[in-house]
């Protein structure tokens, strides 16, 4: 407990451990509403119950995680003023604007999705009834980047003239279209919408291991694990677009990453592997060339290493791992899916035993645990920094004694509220299976 006595790590921990919890919900907040227009879109389309029930199941589900959503934005806005006040001082007439219109975006959201769900049976035409559903989906992604947008600017701040320690001249929109915005907003959307998929089929690949042959749970596997595919492709593409940003305006975090000391050309990527008390690689997979490409696209080109940065303002090396996890899981959750896509189009057997269905189960948590990781990757690899080149995390931070005590109350805080949420998804669907919804409607098909 020595440690949550310096002010600084207790704020750190604490915005770790919010920031942690609340990916979860924000990453189910902005990928659920687009598979609930897709299903409902395909129920329409094929006259087909199964879909359109899927839609309305997945609906129920959301409000439950939307409301712990909101709950843990709150925190993160409250603690961002506590914890970090220095920063708030500085950059607050800036970050402001998206904050604000994060806000905006999840009432804009909230107000159709409310209508949608109390619309359910009013609209003869269900295609005007799919139409509530754009907002929504519009909203949650609109959400995602106007808060992404305050993350990038503090990895690549601009907008603004600093003046003897103050912040002056300040430009809201220039600051927020700065150079780390195209990639991070996409990434976090592109990844949001691949986990989400995955998370859906791993509730319906648990269903069919539990015995269930509802064409329900069939459809909806099928469903989720193509677009999953289409998603995690996306995502390792602007993967590599994101390596080619960091190489040009955050050398310094690509370098630790890869644990690229040295500057050279034609540069390895280097996975795995662990250091030595000398800090010397050992055990690693080096990949000839491929870190200058995925850096510039060529794999003679030269890239920077940790050598070229004074040690105090080189990011942890601990990030290698961070990387390595993200790059790992996404990578085996592209072979699943694509396993999956064409086992499906030539009748292999295969996709349909227990022992891969239990695989796609375990994709949902891995999933979420790259999205973790990616995400400790980039707020752990900007240290020393929270505003980059201009203010420390130390320098930002709180000097209050009570951190630490914070911490506690808001762990059970999240604890409580995480499984408050099991309990109730659970007790919701548990009282309404599948095949019960579908026999209420019109007599069910469990074929």
């Not at 559903?133 to 993350?151: D, E, H, K, R």
């Amino acid at each position: 407990m020595m440690l949550f006595d310096d002010p600084v790590f207790a704020s750190r921990f604490l915005t770790l451990l919010t920031l942690s919890f609340h990916i979860i919900y924000a990453t189910i907040g902005v990928g659920v509403p687009l598979f609930i227009m897709i299903a409902q879109w395909i129920g329409i389309k094929k006259n087909d119950d199964h879909y359109i029930l899927m839609a309305r199941r997945w609906a129920r589900g959301f409000v439950v995680t939307v409301a712990v959503g909101v709950v843990t934005g709150t925190i993160i806005g409250l603690q961002l003023s506590l914890l970090w006040p220095r920063f708030m001082e500085l950059a607050g007439q800036i970050i402001a604007l998206p904050l604000f219109m994060e806000v905006f975006a999840f009432f804009f959201e909230a107000i159709f999705l409310g209508i949608y769900l109390y619309t359910w049976d009013r609209f003869e035409d269900q295609r005007k009834h799919l139409l509530l559903l754009i907002p929504v989906a519009i909203g949650a992604l609109m959400s995602a980047f106007f808060i992404t947008i305050v993350n990038s600017f503090m990895n690549a701040p601009q907008g603004f003239d600093l003046i003897n320690g103050e912040l002056v001249n300040a430009n809201p929109i220039m600051a927020m279209f700065n150079a780390a915005m195209p990639t991070k907003v996409a990434h976090v959307a592109v990844t949001a919408y691949m986990t989400v998929a995955f998370l859906l089929a791993a509730i319906a690949a648990f269903q069919l291991i539990r015995g269930s042959n509802h064409a329900y749970h069939k459809k909806a596997l099928n469903l989720t694990m193509k677009v999953g595919l289409i998603f995690a492709i996306a995502a390792a593409v602007i993967g590599d677009f994101s390596g080619k940003y960091l190489a040009e305006y955050q050398p310094e975090k690509l370098a630790a990453a890869e644990w690229h000391f040295e500057t050279e050309e034609g540069a390895p990527l280097v996975l795995y592997g662990y250091l030595d008390d000398d800090n010397e690689i050992k055990a690693a997979i080096r990949i000839p060339f491929a870190l200058s490409v995925l850096a510039f696209g060529d794999p003679f080109a030269e890239v920077i290493g940790l050598e070229e940065f004074l040690p105090e303002e080189s990011p942890p090396l601990i990030i290698h791992y961070y990387f390595d996890t993200m790059i790992t899981i996404g990578m085996f959750m592209i072979f699943l899916s694509l396993l999956y896509w064409i086992g499906k189009t030539r009748n292999w057997a295969f996709i349909q035993s227990t022992w891969y269905r239990w695989l796609i189960v375990l994709g949902a948590p891995l999933s979420f645990l790259a999205i973790q990781a990616g995400w400790w990757m980039a707020e752990v690899g900007r240290q020393p920094w929270i505003l980059r080149g201009i203010m420390t995390v130390e320098e930002a931070a709180t000097t209050s004694d009570y951190v630490g005590l914070m911490s506690i109350f808001f762990l059970l805080l999240y604890i409580i509220l995480g499984v408050g949420t099991v309990v109730v998804l659970r007790k919701i669907f548990k009282n309404n299976p599948v095949e019960n919804e579908l026999a209420s409607t019109q007599g069910g098909d469990s074929k």
